[in-house]
């Protein structure tokens, strides 16, 4: 069950690694239209703009779909809910972050009260 546990975080965290790259192409892509608008890029660099948001976009589902077999995996190895599940998993993602902020904060204020 630890490996569906594991096998689940990591293809969640994949999609929403590819979400972050989906959406910041997206960005690129709008900036690259206005910058031909203005003069500035070709056809060709808009064009790699476009092919780079259509890459990006093909990764998706296969991801989704893996994160959500995973989940079904875990529903049925421990008799839970989808979305019970998934809210036990993003409020132990949520604390897990709380905590490498609390103690990145915490190395920050080292450094600068030892120097």
């Known amino acids: ?3 569906n546990v594991i096998d689940y ?3 969640n965290l994949r999609s929403k690694n590819a979400q972050t790259i989906l959406d ?3 960005q690129l892509l709008e900036l690259a239209n206005l910058q031909q608008q203005a003069g500035l890029f070709s056809d060709s660099e808009v064009t790699d703009a476009e092919v780079a948001v259509h890459q990006a976009a093909a990764t998706m589902p296969s ?3 893996a994160a959500a077999a995973a989940l079904i995996a875990l529903t049925v190895l421990t008799d839970q809910s989808q979305n019970r599940l998934s809210l036990a998993f993003n409020a132990l ?3 897990e ?3 490498a902020c609390n ?3 915490f190395a920050i204020g080292f450094a600068s009260a030892s120097s």
């Open 9 to 11: 975080r990591a293809w």
């Open 63 to 65: 991801l989704q779909s």
């Open 97 to 99: 972050c709380s905590q």
């Open 103 to 105: 103690r990145s904060r």
């Open 93 to 95: 993602h949520y604390t």
């Open 24 to 26: 910041e192409s997206q």
């Open 1 to 3: 069950m630890v490996r």
